[in-house]
T-cell receptor
């Protein structure tokens, strides 16, 4: 399965600031997925990132709050903008490889 | 839309079998997955089953799928302390996954 490097692994941020999370995959993939896992909750899909086109956002998530870049087939970034304490979560990227979805190790974000 | 439900907690004695259950609603699901999340860690894909299969066995793991009832289960034989974690059931519809809330498995000595 694919190897995904995600960083930062954790961060503590001030409200009103933005944080950009990076994901690097060890091979080319068509789609990359960004998930949010709120404390004690399951995973919710934020958006799907395709190279060369705008990301597709799920209901409840908007581009102004979670802008995504996908400059090539091995890399993507998710920005959490104008953060508030409610954005404190684990953010994970994922790719679909060989019948299974592989996840990055996650970014644990705390907004104070 | 997709909806995946699973029991929230399971306590099992070391050496016994664990059974985690999951129900889903999307009849067009192609694959169903079980993921494991240990404290402070990311998600690890444990196993998956294609929707036209009834059962899949992989070492200590057995997955049973009842497509008619949209019921999926994961059995862990000879449960060990290292199996303590949150287990997520997920279904694949089109290209994306929908997750259950996760079952916290606690293994007691």
């Amino acid at each position: 399965s694919a190897v995904i490097s995600q960083k930062p692994s954790r961060d503590i941020c001030q409200r009103g600031t933005s944080l950009t999370i990076q994901c690097q995959v060890d091979s080319q993939v068509t789609m990359m997925f960004w998930y949010r896992q709120q404390p004690g909750q399951s995973l919710t899909l934020i958006a799907t990132a395709n190279q060369g086109s705008e990301a597709t956002y799920e209901s409840g998530f908007v581009i102004d709050k979670f802008p995504i870049s996908r400059p090539n087939l091995t890399f993507s970034t998710l920005t959490v903008s104008n953060m508030s304490p409610e954005d404190s979560s684990i953010y994970l990227c994922s790719v679909d490889r060989n019948y299974g979805y592989t996840f990055g190790s996650g970014t644990r974000l705390t907004v104070v | 839309g997709e909806d995946v439900e699973q029991s929230l907690f399971l306590s099992v004695r070391e050496g016994d079998s664990s059974v985690i259950n999951c129900t889903y609603t999307d009849s067009s699901s192609t694959y169903l997955y079980w993921y494991k999340q240990e404290p402070g860690a990311g998600l690890q894909l444990l196993t998956y089953i294609f929707s036209n299969m009834d059962m899949k066995q992989d070492q200590r793991l057995t997955v049973l799928l009842n497509k008619k009832d949209k019921h999926l289960s994961l059995r862990i034989a000879d449960t060990q302390t290292g199996d303590s974690a949150i287990y997520f059931c997920a279904e694949r519809g089109d290209y994306k996954l929908s997750f259950g809330a996760g079952t916290t498995v606690t293994v007691r000595a």
